[in-house]
């Protein structure tokens, strides 16, 4: 896991529509259908699974809310703003 990061680092790495809550970065993604929704929370899991850095993930009726935060670190790295980086791409790339 990388160092933490300072407030400033934070607000100039954070992607588009992404906002800070805490210790915790956070998106809520909305679908036309639940089904749409629960296929992306499970691309995140893939991309989680594989970056070894694994989200708290809620599904809704149409929505799906991402939060990520470094547990071992106590707050934000590195490592959360390029998962962030990552589920975005993923999520333009559809």
Do not use: C
């Not at 991309?47 to 809704?60: K, L, T, Y």
Request: aromatic residues 8%; negative net charge; proline residues 2%.
């Amino acid at each position: 896991m990388g160092d933490l990061l300072s407030d400033d680092e934070i607000e100039a790495g954070l992607p588009d529509n992404w906002t800070r809550e805490g210790d915790e970065i956070v998106r809520t993604y909305e679908f036309d259908e639940y089904l749409r929704g629960v296929n992306f929370a499970q691309m995140v899991g893939e991309i989680a699974e594989s970056q070894f850095h694994h989200p708290e993930i809620v599904i809704r009726y149409k929505e799906v809310e991402v939060r990520l935060t470094s547990h071992e670190e106590g707050g934000i790295t590195d490592d959360d703003l390029e998962m962030a980086e990552l589920i975005e791409s993923e999520r333009n790339a559809e």
